[in-house]
């Protein structure tokens, strides 16, 4: 059984739902913040996803930062050093999901060779108020070569599929170095 | 108000000793309150006191003037009179007042109790002569009273007995009256006394006819009495004819005779006995369950003796088969004549049921006719109806039974006769006694042969099964080895790739060995890095513990973290006003209807355009 330690930062606007994301997939859909509750700065969580098929376990430190302009000198700090990142916008928020794109542009920005990233739509419970169509996620997202996926924290759907995928994605990324690596050794 | 008047014009308070008055006349004023004992409950203000009217002298002298004081009453009684009004006067008061004046002055007189008591003695004389007379009358009438109570008695029961009868009449007439039947019962009845006196005069004349036959009989008793008394007269007169030795010869044959008479009834009686002990004994063999059983056996033995004495006759007349077959047939047709006897029997009984059938009917007619004569016949005729119907029920029952033992005797001998021809046939051909005893073993030989060969056959089937089922397991094995031969293939490879290895057994212990010491010294590294990081570790925590100390002590951040709060909890409600005003936002959209509305009124302008232009056209 393989350990691999991932950091994962997560941004997006405020009041996307990023707390709630990250609360329902580390609670395992347990526990969902009913009341709003500003994030301040950032928060740290740790959470275990098994690969079984390979036989690996992916231990993620997911930094859940803040979206407001108030920490903007706080966030490059915090994600110097991570991995891989999280980009959520709310599918019944035109101006998030246009917000999205400058949070992509700063991490890639701070952090020159990532592992990977996803963008995430948020709130895909609300069908009647969605102004994000699914398409104009999935655009942005190729644009920037990232998974897209949508869900609800609210209900619980989809909710681990992205930490799943990022997972994988490590798990490759580093699989692969590993090879680099040992081409490397054996040249 | 009354006891003030009571105590004024009572006789009785005109003799109250004189003491009273002066004591109450010496009173005045406060000091002659009353108390209770001196008719107290008047109020002192009721009336002036005696002892200060005018009247009332202080010197007065004592008795004789008490009546005069007393006189003055009517004044003191005509002060109250005032008051009268208010009373009610039936119950007391003034008429009561006259009265007892009026007494008063009755008193006084001698004469008047003496003309009182005159005139009241003679009340009373009368009074005891009106008694007597009354007590005579009573007697008197007591003593009518005695016989007029005899008298009623005998009325009474008369009266009872005529109730009784009126009751009876009463019940007859309500029947008469109410039933409508009872004239139908009556003549019901009247019907049943002539049927009981026509009976009755059937029955006297059969009793005559009865004592006439009696009669009858009795002559003809006393005509052959007669006759015996003459044909003794006549024996007694031939024994006096005959001579001496036959005399006596008749005697000694008279007197055995006599002996033998007697000894009849002697064996009669021992007979009889004897019949009683064959009875008892029957009856107690009848009781034991052992004893009746040898009893039917023995009959059953006797029977089979008899049967056997019938079949040892019958043998021994062996008839040949010829005259067996007649005899058969002989008594095939007895049977059968016996068949159509019966056959005949039942059709006459038929007709003779049908012949009864019919007199019933005419009996029942007759019956309805005259029911009380001939009931009597009716009930035999119903009897004998019965009769013949259970014998009717019973004769179907019976004739089918015969019918089956006839078939059963007829079968029988139609086998008898089947196999006596068969017989008979075979008679000419049948083999010796040598030959059938070789015939025989042959046979037995041969069965013996049979069951070995059969016994051989199920064994080889046997084996036939087995050597099936393992050929089937030789087929699955090709498949098994195959595999097994693969695998041990692979194994001899792989072993092969390791023998290489193990050829070079120094080689691989050295590499082992080199090994083992890059992964000491990497572990030698490791855990001085462990420590390393320990150290820094908590050189680290330190630190972190006393900037968080600075922290802690630093006012600014203080405020930044109350700040924080404050935020948080307007970026909150401002959340909560966002949702709201979005939730609201979406409820108030006229956007569409909007769109709607102008894209309505632009067709309506494009219509309203082209109507123009027609018109001007």
Known sequence: MRLLRCRLAVLGESAVGKTALIQMFKSEGAHYPKNYIMTLAAEFHSKTVQIREKDTSVEFYVMDLSGKGLYDSLRRQVLEGTSMFIVVYDVTNEESFKMAEKWIDEYNAVVSNSVGGALIGNKSDLEERIEVKTQRGQDLAREHNLAFFECSALRGTEVETPFNWLANAFLNAYEDKMKLYASLDKS | ?617
């Not at chain 2, 005509?78 to 009268?84: F, H, R």
């Not at chain 2, 043998?315 to 058969?328: C, M, R, V």
């Not at chain 2, 972190?544 to 203080?558: I, T, V």
């Not at chain 2, 959209?589 to 355009?609: A, F, H, P």
């Open chain 2, 1 to 617: 108000m009354s006891l003030q008047l009571d105590g004024c014009l009572t006789p009785l308070s005109a003799e109250r000793p004189p003491s009273a008055r002066p004591g109450s006349a010496a009173r005045n004023g406060p000091s002659g309150a009353p108390s209770p004992s001196q008719g107290g409950a008047r109020p002192p203000s009721g009336r002036p006191q005696s002892g200060m009217r005018p009247g009332s002298a202080a010197g007065r002298p004592g008795t004789g003037a008490q009546r005069p004081g007393s006189a003055m009453r009517p004044g003191t009684n005509g002060m109250n009179l005032g008051n009268v009004g208010n009373r009610n006067v039936l119950s007391q008061g003034l008429g009561r007042t006259a009265t007892k004046t009026g007494m008063a002055r009755t008193v006084t007189d001698r004469n008047y109790y003496v003309g009182e008591l005159r005139v009241r003695i003679g009340e009373l004389n009368g009074e005891i002569e009106k008694m007597s007379s009354e007590i005579e009358q009573f007697e008197r009438d007591n003593q009518s009273a005695i016989q007029l109570q005899k008298s009623i008695d005998d009325v009474t029961e008369e009266v009872e007995a005529l109730q009784g009868q009126l009751k009876d009449y009463n019940l007859l007439l309500d029947r008469l009256h109410t039933s409508t039947s009872s004239e139908l019962e009556v003549e019901q009845l009247r019907e049943q006394a002539n049927d009981l006196k026509k009976s009755n005069e059937v029955e006297r004349r059969k009793a005559d006819q009865i004592f006439t036959e009696r009669n009858a009989k009795e002559n003809q008793i006393a005509e052959i009495e007669e006759q015996v008394h003459h044909i003794q007269q006549d024996m007694e007169r031939q024994l006096g004819e005959l001579n001496q030795s036959d005399r006596e010869n008749y005697g000694h044959l008279k007197a055995e005779n006599s002996r033998l008479i007697t000894d009849i009834a002697e064996y009669q009686a021992g007979i009889d006995q004897v019949a009683e002990e064959i009875k008892k004994l029957q009856n107690e063999l009848r009781l034991d369950p052992s004893k009746q059983k040898n009893l039917t056996l023995h009959d059953e033995l006797r029977q089979l003796q008899k049967q056997k004495a019938e079949l040892e006759e019958e043998t021994s007349n062996k008839l040949s088969i010829p005259e067996e077959i007649e005899k058969l047939t002989h008594k095939v047709k007895a049977t059968n004549a016996e068949v159509q006897t019966i056959e005949s029997n039942i059709s006459t009984v038929l007709e003779a049921l049908n012949k009864l059938r019919e007199d019933i009917s005419n009996v029942e007619k007759n019956m309805a006719e005259s029911k009380s004569e001939r009931a009597e016949k009716f009930r035999d005729l119903v009897k004998k109806d019965k009769d013949m119907t259970e014998f009717m029920e019973q004769y179907e029952s019976e004739r089918s039974q015969l019918m089956e033992e006839n078939a059963k005797v007829e079968y029988l001998i139609q086998t008898a006769l089947e196999t006596a021809s068969k017989y008979v046939g075979a008679e000419h051909s049948l083999p010796s006694a040598d030959m059938v005893n070789q015939m025989r073993e042959d046979a037995t030989f041969k069965e013996d042969q049979l069951t070995s060969s059969q016994q051989t056959a199920e064994r080889l089937k046997h084996e036939l099964d087995q050597r099936r089922s393992e050929l089937d397991k030789m087929a699955n094995l090709d498949g098994k080895i195959e595999e097994e031969m693969q695998g041990l293939k692979a194994k001899i490879a792989k072993m092969k790739e390791e023998l290489v290895n193990f050829n070079s057994i120094d080689t691989v212990k050295e590499s082992f060995e080199n090994n083992k010491k890059l992964q000491n010294q990497e572990k030698q590294v490791l855990s001085k890095r462990k420590e390393l990081i320990g150290q820094q570790n908590q050189v680290l925590s330190a630190n972190n513990d006393a900037k968080e100390r600075l922290l802690r002590e630093n006012e600014s951040h203080g405020q930044i973290e109350i700040l924080e709060k404050s935020l948080r909890h307007y970026e909150q409600n401002n959340f909560h006003i966002k949702e709201y005003i979005l939730a609201k936002g979406k409820e108030g959209d006229y956007k569409t209807i909007r769109d709607e509305v102008i894209k309505l009124t632009s067709d309506m302008n494009v219509q309203v355009n082209a109507g123009f232009s027609r018109m001007k056209l």
